[in-house]
């Protein structure tokens, strides 16, 4: 199975570590998908959910607001403003980090169907786990 290395930095350091099978990123031009060995190059990143397919095939959330991404054919890069990840070992801790989540995403002032969008994302997604 290929996989690919996931690191997600904010300014307050390292939160997400992790071979992936999959990423997809909500890109300023629409939401994208990178696989192992996908091209390389750098794109911006806005408010929004990333869903990351981990190599046991469960997927983790990571909201962001803002950043950039580097891609390359084994490695993602993801710098950004901040970051929520989307997890937790209960119900209450999951609950927890879906609501700084969605006050992440809010404090962007997108408009009101981005950012119904993503906190529905982001609920469907973290239930799943």
Not at 81 to 92: F, L, P, T, Y
């Amino acid at each position: 199975m290929s996989t690919l290395k996931l690191e997600v930095v904010t300014p307050l350091g390292l939160i997400f570590s992790h071979d992936v099978k999959a990423v997809t990123l909500p890109g300023v031009e629409g939401e994208f998908g990178i696989l192992p060995g996908h091209a390389s190059f750098v794109s911006m990143l806005k408010a929004g959910v990333m869903d990351i397919e981990l190599e046991s095939g469960k997927h983790d959330v990571v909201a962001v607001n803002w950043g950039y991404v580097k891609v390359d054919e084994e490695k993602v890069i993801v710098l950004a403003d901040g970051a929520v990840s989307v997890r937790g070992s209960n119900e209450s801790e999951i609950a927890a980090s879906i609501e700084n989540a969605n006050k992440l995403i809010e404090s962007m002032g997108d408009s009101e169907t981005s950012i119904a969008l993503a906190k529905a994302r982001i609920e469907s997604i973290a239930r799943l786990r």
